[in-house]
C-alpha cells in the first residue's frame, strides 16, 4: 500500500483525537468547578435555576432557591459556578455602582429620554394640523379649489373610490353592481 491511500485515514484520526481531547479537557474542567463548590456560593443549575449551596456531599448539594425553600440535586445538575457580584446582579437585580466598578466617568444612559431639557417633547417637522392619511409630502396644505370630502358613505361612494384602500374600492365597486352578497359559480360565473 502506498502513503498516499493512508493518508486519508491519518488525518481522520489525528482530527477525532483532537476533537476528544478537547472534550474530556471541558468534562475535566466542568468536574473540578462540581467538587470545588462550597457552601454559601450562588450556582446556576443546568436547568438555568439560581441557588445558593447550603450543604455539599459526595454526589448530592443541598440548594436554597428561595429564602427557606431548599431542594436536593446531583453535583452534576451544577452547570456554572458564579462569583458573589455577578449571582447579586442576577437574583436579586443588584446592579455595581460606578465607584465599585473603579469608573471616574459618568454613567451614559440607555435610552435618549435623559438628554432632552425639561422634558420636552421632540420637534420632528410635523404640523400640528397636518393630514397624515393623503398621499404626498405631510408638510403640503390643502388645496384651496379641492372639494370637500364627501361625510356620508353613499356619497364617498359616488365621488371616487380613490380615497379607499383596495379592499374598500372591491366593496365599493360590488356594492355599485349589485353582486356583494351574491354566490356565483367560479366557472361558469352563474348565481
Same mark, same amino acid.
Not at 466542568?30 to 459526595?58: C, L, W, Y
Not at 436536593?72 to 437574583?91: P, Q, S
Not at 396644505?141 to 384602500?165: L, M, N, Y
Given at each position: 500500500?502506498?502513503?498516499?491511500?493512508?493518508?486519508?485515514?491519518?488525518?481522520?484520526?489525528?482530527?477525532?483525537?483532537?476533537?476528544?481531547?478537547?472534550?474530556?479537557?471541558?468534562?475535566?474542567?466542568?468536574?473540578?468547578?462540581?467538587?470545588?463548590?462550597?457552601?454559601?456560593?450562588?450556582?446556576?443549575?443546568?436547568?438555568?435555576?439560581?441557588?445558593?449551596?447550603?450543604?455539599?456531599?459526595?454526589?448530592?448539594?443541598?440548594?436554597?432557591?428561595?429564602?427557606?425553600?431548599?431542594?436536593?440535586?446531583?453535583?452534576?445538575?451544577?452547570?456554572?459556578?458564579?462569583?458573589? #457580584? #455577578?449571582?447579586?446582579?442576577?437574583?436579586?437585580?443588584?446592579?455595581?455602582?460606578?465607584?465599585?466598578?473603579?469608573?471616574?466617568?459618568?454613567?451614559?444612559? &440607555? =435610552?435618549?429620554?435623559?438628554?432632552? #431639557?425639561?422634558?420636552?417633547?421632540? &420637534?420632528?417637522? @410635523? @404640523?400640528?394640523?397636518? &393630514?397624515?392619511?393623503?398621499?404626498?409630502?405631510? &408638510?403640503?396644505?390643502?388645496?384651496? =379649489?379641492?372639494?370637500?370630502?364627501?361625510? =356620508?358613505?353613499?356619497?364617498?361612494?359616488?365621488?371616487?373610490?380613490?380615497?379607499?384602500?383596495?379592499?374598500?374600492?372591491?366593496?365599493?365597486?360590488?356594492?355599485?353592481?349589485? +353582486?356583494? =352578497?351574491? @354566490?356565483?359559480?367560479?366557472?361558469?360565473?352563474? +348565481?
Amino acid at each position: 500500500m502506498s502513503y498516499a491511500t493512508l493518508l486519508p485515514f491519518i488525518v481522520l484520526i489525528g482530527a477525532m483525537f483532537l476533537m476528544t481531547r478537547s472534550a474530556k479537557k471541558k468534562q475535566a474542567a466542568a468536574a473540578s468547578m462540581r467538587n470545588e463548590v462550597q457552601p454559601g456560593v450562588g450556582v446556576r443549575t443546568i436547568g438555568g435555576m439560581f441557588a445558593t449551596v447550603k450543604e455539599v456531599h459526595d454526589e448530592m448539594v443541598l440548594l436554597e432557591v428561595a429564602p427557606g425553600v431548599h431542594a436536593v440535586y446531583a453535583k452534576n445538575a451544577i452547570g456554572a459556578v458564579l462569583d458573589d #457580584e #455577578e449571582y447579586n446582579r442576577i437574583v436579586h437585580g443588584e446592579e455595581p455602582s460606578a465607584a465599585d466598578l473603579g469608573l471616574d466617568a459618568p454613567v451614559v444612559p &440607555d =435610552d435618549a429620554s435623559s438628554l432632552t #431639557e425639561g422634558g420636552s417633547g421632540i &420637534d420632528l417637522g @410635523k @404640523k400640528p394640523g397636518a &393630514d397624515l392619511t393623503k398621499k404626498g409630502s405631510d &408638510d403640503a396644505e390643502p388645496a384651496a =379649489d379641492a372639494p370637500a370630502e364627501p361625510e =356620508d358613505a353613499a356619497a364617498k361612494d359616488s365621488a371616487g373610490a380613490e380615497s379607499g384602500t383596495a379592499a374598500q374600492q372591491d366593496e365599493a365597486a360590488e356594492q355599485k353592481t349589485g +353582486k356583494g =352578497d351574491a @354566490k356565483t359559480d367560479g366557472e361558469t360565473g352563474t +348565481k
